[in-house]
């Protein structure tokens, strides 16, 4: 997780917006820079864009929490029977398409900010 001393994150931005502060510093699916333009365009975007970004970021969370949380039990469980690994490759379709559709709304938000801004 990176720290909020390596971002510039404006006061008035951190009171207004601290709930998504905390999950874009907590996201592991950006780096330093992303997360900066993030905290940089927060006061630009519209409330229904603030919370399909909110909704992406938590749903970033649970789907890490719960492929640790698998990942976990997988390791406890040795060997694995046929059924499970299939449903473990399921599991993965989906959540390759799931982070698919995620990627595509937060490009679709950004596609609207460039809109506003232009």
Request: proline share 4%; aromatic share 4%; charged share 25%.
């Amino acid at each position: 997780m990176t720290s909020a001393s390596q971002l510039r994150i404006p006061a008035a931005t951190q009171k207004q917006f601290g709930e998504l502060i905390t999950l874009i510093l907590g996201s592991e699916s950006m780096n330093d820079g992303e997360r900066q333009y993030w905290v940089n365009i927060l006061p630009a975007m519209t409330p229904a864009q603030q919370q399909s970004l909110r909704d992406i970021l938590v749903r970033e969370r649970q789907q890490l929490q719960a492929i640790d949380s698998r990942y976990k039990k997988t390791v406890q469980q040795a060997p694995i029977a046929p059924q499970h690994k299939k449903r473990r490759a399921d599991l993965s379709v989906a959540e390759a398409k799931s982070e698919a559709s995620e990627e595509s709304t937060a490009s679709q938000i950004l596609d609207e900010i460039d809109t506003i801004g232009s």
